[in-house]
């Protein structure tokens, strides 16, 4: 049987930087107790497969809400269908997959920390189990595209406290379905926020810190101020990891040259792209591409 890790039409997934959940998120009181290190959707995953003997330091939530597949964590083995969920604890030896004739479509999250590890102890008493059904309710799945859409508007201070903080919410609507209250969803249009939507805009393109702050009608001297002071990142530097963060997708769901990626980048020298992805991530394009898993 054909068994694939990624590659599925219309997938989405953020990886976080190791190096940003090293310096900012195991150090960051707020957080540090639990945040998400990897989160993604994947839409009708014809043969999704993984199996990890010896598990991983994260845990993982698999939310289905289309289509079937199966989960085994241990000796136990549990069947997946619309508005169930799986969840596995951190060093668990694990495996699971989509459905043969009726692939899944999963929302799902990697997460760790102290109190990861607690609540998911938790989640399986609430449940008698690793898996338990819910009530399908829009309003989980907004909670989730709040958390992606913060994660993939960079590294920040406030993103990612909000996205882990969301993260608790997201992680008790499983435990206390019955519970569950709508999140409001905010957007906002202050320059910071402005600037950053047309960042992601312009990530094919090498702009400078005059092109940012133009496009804000500020003076550079001033926008840095208040971005930094806003992010704590500088601006080019912010700019820099939402490249990289698109890159990793580049890497994980296309087959394209790392000449091919940095082009896409705007970067002509594709020898100063690995230098930066390598800086961030802590390894190279094609060691990233080849160890990555799902």
């Not at 607690?118 to 709040?146: C, P, W, Y």
């Not at 804000?216 to 208040?226: P, T």
Request: charge should be positive.
């Amino acid at each position: 049987m054909l068994r694939k890790k990624e590659g599925f039409e219309g997938q989405r997934a953020i990886i976080v930087p190791r190096k940003i959940i090293t310096d900012l998120c195991v150090s960051n009181p707020v957080i540090e107790g639990a945040f998400v290190t990897d989160i993604g959707y994947y839409p009708k995953a014809k043969y999704h497969f993984r199996q990890r003997l010896h598990g991983i330091d994260q845990n993982i939530l698999i939310y289905c809400v289309e289509g079937k597949g199966t989960a085994q964590i241990g000796k136990r083995k549990y069947s997946l269908a619309p508005d169930t969920f799986v969840v596995i604890p951190a060093g668990s030896a694990h495996s699971y997959a989509a459905d043969e004739n009726d692939s899944w479509t999963i929302y799902w999250a990697h997460f760790k920390g102290p109190a990861a590890n607690a609540i998911v102890e938790a989640m399986i008493r609430q449940h008698n189990g690793h898996s338990g059904t819910i009530t399908f309710q829009q309003k989980r799945l907004h909670l989730f595209e709040d958390i992606y859409a913060s994660l993939e508007r960079g590294y920040g201070n406030d993103n990612l406290c909000y996205a882990n903080m969301c993260l608790w919410h997201f992680l008790s609507s499983f435990m206390y379905d019955d519970k569950f209250n709508l999140s409001e969803k905010k957007q906002s249009t202050d320059v910071v926020e402005m600037s950053i939507n047309y960042m992601q805009q312009q990530l094919s393109k090498m702009l400078t810190l005059a092109n940012i702050a133009q496009s804000v009608n500020l003076s550079a001297s001033h926008y840095s101020s208040i971005f930094r002071k806003k992010t704590g990142f500088a601006p080019m530097e912010y700019f820099n990891h939402l490249k990289i963060q698109k890159a990793c997708q580049y890497l994980i769901f296309t087959d394209l040259r790392v000449k091919e990626i940095a082009y896409k980048l705007g970067m002509e020298d594709p020898y100063y792209f690995s230098r930066m992805f390598n800086k961030l991530m802590g390894v190279s394009p094609n060691h990233y591409r080849t160890k990555r898993g799902t």
